[in-house]
């Protein structure tokens, strides 16, 4: 069963506009972690914002924040003040299993943004 | 601040050849996660090395083998490469007393095209 579900394959937004992006997961964990990566069109993964499961207060990172529903399994990413750099493929993904060494990720479909001026 | 380094960024090899990547974490971070993600895909886990042991295994196909090394280098070595194989490679490294559990910092990807 999917882990991560990103339910928008794509999205365009005005500049200077806000956007979110949705996402769910699925987890029998009380302890786990969300986080948002931007992939930009050369490659690489840029890590954004992170929400842990135990944190009441809503994560933000400057433009960034996290809309965390812990009842509903959802962690949505909201981008505030689009610029035409935030024109990106992002994807969310899930950490469990915090009792060991292990960090895998598991990455949801992502989300095309598409900034437009 | 040194990142994870890949080598080499780019790859083109012919179906049935070999192709090694090599990944060098961040200094002192102690584990290095391998990821294979297809064009239009979300990257997907292949093989992780916790201290220089194997410590996950994901979906790596059987004809591909990955070790750490003493100075935590890693080496995914991919052999009969078939045209599927053609996909951007992710190495990850973290440290298991970060301050966001579960950080990984990634490389700027190796991208494999099998021809």
């Known amino acids: 069963a999917q882990k991560i579900t990103q339910t928008q394959p794509g999205m365009f937004v005005q500049e200077k506009e806000a956007v979110t992006l949705d996402c769910t997961y699925d987890?029998?964990?009380?302890?786990?972690?969300l986080f948002w990566y931007k992939q930009p069109s050369s490659g690489e993964m840029i890590f954004l914002i992170y929400?842990?499961?135990?944190?009441?207060q809503n994560a933000t990172e400057g433009r960034y924040s996290l809309n965390f529903q812990k009842a509903r399994k959802s962690a949505n990413l909201v981008i505030s003040a689009s610029q035409l750099g935030d024109s990106a493929m992002y994807f969310c993904a899930m950490r469990e299993g915090f009792d060991s060494n292990d960090y895998k990720l598991s990455f949801g479909a992502g989300t095309t943004v598409t900034v437009r001026a | 601040a040194a990142g994870v380094i890949q080598s080499p960024r780019h790859l083109i090899k012919e179906k049935r050849e070999t192709a090694t990547l090599k990944c060098y974490p961040i200094?002192?971070?102690?584990?290095v996660y391998w990821y294979q993600q297809g064009p239009g895909q979300d990257p997907q886990f292949l093989i992780s090395?916790?201290?220089?042991?194997?410590?996950d295994k994901g979906s790596i196909p059987d004809r591909f083998s990955a070790q750490q090394f003493s100075d935590y280098h890693s080496e995914l070595n991919m052999s009969s490469l078939e045209l599927g194989d053609s996909a951007l490679y992710f190495c990850?490294?973290?440290?298991?007393?970060?301050?966001?559990?579960?950080?990984?910092?990634f490389g700027e990807g190796s991208r494999l095209t099998v021809l």
């Open positions: 200094p002192r971070h102690d584990t």
């Open positions: 987890t029998s964990d009380q302890s786990y972690g």
């Open positions: 929400q842990g499961s135990y944190d009441e």
């Open positions: 990850a490294s973290s440290y298991w007393d970060r301050e966001i559990p579960g950080e990984l910092f």
């Open positions: 090395f916790y201290e220089k042991m194997q410590s």
